[in-house]
């Protein structure tokens, strides 16, 4: 027996503190009606098999501790009040079991299984249909068509409220999780969209800046290193004109960021017309640089990256390229802008600048943005050992993307 009892506390849950008030109070209200000798039907009717005051409790007290399964265990709740209020047909009857009932049948569309909520409305619909049909079918007496009217007001109408209730909240839970994942893409886009821009401004500002900082430090260290006022004065002359247009770049990229700007004018992106300018001032800078560049038209994002790769090649080139010739090549193959840029490798004699490492990852990006393709290593040629950057980017008038 003590088995049993654990058992049966293990499957049942504690019932909420709402439902025992509900159960207490309804077990008052019936004994209160019981008290003062109200019944809803006479002795005397004929269905009434258990005649007496005190037949009527029983049914009165199994409704009442029913109530307290109305939602932790619906289903059971209802189905032992079922056969309660059939006791109760068969005694003079309480009003107040009668309302427990249709609170049970309640309770059991709304808070039990999805397939007890649809179930249960159509069962006791049937049962209030042939309730009717079938009594006035049998006796042919109109008042025989009130024994539907009374089971589709216990038992229908209940369930058919119950059923409406669980579908408005359903529908607002489905709304309100809607929302919730609504709320949650947008921060998921909002996410990326900052990890985007941050990605966007450091490549932006790697490859304006890094050029002229790297030639900067370059030629610093020469002049620190080497006794030679002539070095040195040249040295010096390299370094303003860098550190002049690293700077005019900075205030450019500073008018993008403040929106509230109105005195700096973001600057335009750089077209392949410009790598001209860029390889001379690669060439001030010390380096021994050869252009080979085929003039075609191709979409703007695709131009701005490839000036990109070429500025940041060369900027690599002049801070780990050892001594001699560096060629820059462009040119359209197979429906793509190839860009070829190689500097001789291996130690360089004098002066190096620091690498981040970020140059290589910053030129893979582009070009992964526009689908393209990149590699960049050492390799073999007749000159000698060499490093070689090529990236092959679509150009094709499909092609789009922000590579800034």
Not at 3 to 20: H, I, N, Q, S, Y
Request: hydrophobic share 45%; with cysteine; glycine share 8%.
């Amino acid at each position: 027996m003590a088995v049993l009892d654990g058992a049966m506390a293990a499957r049942l849950p504690r019932p909420r503190r709402f439902d025992a008030y509900v159960a207490l109070g309804s077990l008052l209200g019936g004994l209160l009606l019981w008290g003062v000798g109200l019944a809803t039907r006479p002795r005397t009717e004929v269905y009434v098999l258990l005649p007496g005051r005190w037949p009527v409790l029983l049914p009165l007290f199994v409704l009442a501790g029913c109530e307290l399964l109305r939602r932790t265990a619906p289903r059971i709740g209802l189905l032992i009040g079922t056969a309660a209020i059939v006791l109760d047909v068969v005694t003079q009857g309480n009003l107040v079991s009668i309302l427990i009932y249709t609170d049970l049948m309640y309770a059991a569309v709304l808070y039990g299984p999805p397939a007890s909520a649809h179930r249960i409305p159509r069962i006791t619909g049937l049962l209030s249909v042939a309730g009717a049909v079938v009594p006035f079918a049998v006796w042919r007496e109109p008042e025989a068509l009130l024994i539907g009217v009374v089971t589709g007001i216990v038992a229908f109408g209940p369930a058919a409220t119950g059923l409406i209730v669980r579908n408005h909240r359903e529908a607002a839970e489905a709304a309100r999780l809607r929302a919730e994942q609504t709320a949650l893409l947008a921060e998921m886009d909002r996410t990326q969209a900052v990890t985007a821009e941050r990605a966007r401004m450091a490549r932006e500002l790697h490859d304006m800046v890094a050029n002229h900082l790297s030639a900067i430090a370059i030629h610093s260290t020469a002049a620190l290193s080497l006794d030679d006022p002539k070095t040195s004065q040249e040295a010096l002359v390299v370094i303003r004109e860098n550190s002049v247009e690293g700077l005019a770049e900075m205030r450019r990229l500073i008018g993008i960021l403040r929106d509230s700007s109105g005195d700096v004018e973001p600057a335009a992106a750089p077209t392949l017309d410009g790598l001209g300018s860029l390889v001379e001032n690669a060439r001030t800078n010390g380096l021994d640089v050869t252009l080979d560049a085929e003039r075609a038209e191709v979409p703007a994002p695709v131009e701005l990256a490839a000036y990109r790769i070429v500025q940041e090649s060369l900027t690599n080139a002049l801070k780990h390229a050892a001594p001699g010739r560096v060629t820059v090549s462009l040119a359209r193959r197979n429906g793509s802008l190839a860009v070829d840029v190689t500097s001789p490798y291996g130690d360089r004699d004098g002066p190096r600048a620091p690498g981040s490492g970020a140059g290589l990852v910053g030129m893979e990006e582009r070009a992964a943005l526009l689908d393209g393709t990149f590699e960049a290593g050492p390799e073999d040629s007749p000159e000698g050992k060499v490093w070689v950057v090529r990236a092959a980017l679509p150009v094709n008038d499909t092609a789009e993307g922000d590579t800034t």
